[in-house]
């Protein structure tokens, strides 16, 4: 199966999908909000649009599939005011947005699945939720992710540089994910539709964040970072904003319905690969 995907707001994840599907024969067109960004997408294979600036409606009828990965505003997702009436004319025959687990807000460590009702607590994930509502209204698939993690966004060069901290806060839990395996997921639901289908997508062992780093710091030989008390430690407002949820978010839905295998089911197995393949670069 080949097609063409227009991927709106194309950031981190999306770029892990188009590898996948650029090595299967797709098309891809991605945006950008920079003419030096755009240059780098074309050396990836993917066909560039700069935006503001490019119409999209062109694409929009060229486009099978479209994925939708823009950070959203208080008016929701800031691109479909763009394509609106486009949609009207033309829908591609799959839709996929990229959400967050934000969306369900604090639930002091408890699980969450995806009947479990929104409740966001910040005004990111009010937002979100919002922009969820917008897509759902026109077919699209919901994905949730969780904390986003791989080549590049690792605890690794922290570790190294002495910068890490253990920031202790007890009974604080987060779920993460791989973008390789945000890709496989993604790429499973373009292989079976469900439209208006919501899923979780994360890994099998939520856990503290000051595990991570401490693993993290054994893998690398290095001394474990020093703790420091939440309540006590110096954080950005957005960093501090991350400490005041806790959920751990159950990711049953991919596997049973999409046939997902977890390349990462755990963090200690994704950290694993990110230093071999550091290692092998």
């Known amino acids: 199966m080949t097609g063409t995907l227009l991927s ?34 074309r050396a990836t294979g993917v066909d560039p649009r700069t935006v503001p600036g490019d119409n999209l409606t062109a694409d929009l009828a060229r486009a099978t ?15 479909l005011p763009l394509i609106f009436d486009a949609l009207k004319t033309r829908k591609p025959g799959w839709i996929g947005y990229l959400s967050t687990t934000g969306v369900y807000g604090d639930h002091q460590g ?12 910040n005004t990111r994930g009010k937002w979100r939720a919002r922009a969820e509502q917008q897509w759902l209204d026109h077919g699209a698939h919901i994905f949730r992710l969780a904390g986003i993690y791989g080549p590049g966004r690792g605890p690794f060069a922290k570790v190294r540089n002495g910068t890490a901290r253990r920031i202790i806060k007890p009974n604080q839990v987060f779920g993460r994910i791989h973008v390789d395996d945000i890709a496989q997921t993604v ?32 893998l690398l030989g290095l001394p474990l970072p020093p703790e420091e008390d939440f309540e006590t430690a110096e954080m950005t407002p957005m960093a501090r904003s991350f400490y005041a ?23 200690r197995a994704g950290l694993k690969a990110l230093l071999a393949a550091e290692t092998t670069a």
């Open 187 to 218: 790429a499973a639901s373009i292989a079976a539709p469900n439209p208006g289908r919501i899923y979780n997508v994360c890994d099998d062992e939520p856990a503290p964040p000051e595990d991570v780093l401490g693993y993290a710091a054994e």
């Open 65 to 79: 599939h479209l994925l939708i990965s823009a950070s959203p505003d208080e008016n929701g997702d800031p691109f």
């Open 8 to 41: 709106l707001g194309h950031g981190y994840s999306a770029k892990a999908l188009a590898t996948l599907l650029l090595s299967r024969g797709w098309t891809i067109i991605g945006t950008t909000r920079s003419a030096e960004k755009a240059k780098t997408l």
């Open 110 to 121: 408890g699980w969450v699945d995806e009947d479990t009702p929104c409740t966001p607590g």
């Open 245 to 267: 949820e806790s959920r751990r978010v159950r990711s049953n839905r991919i596997k049973d319905e999409l046939g997902v295998t977890l390349h990462y089911p755990d963090y």
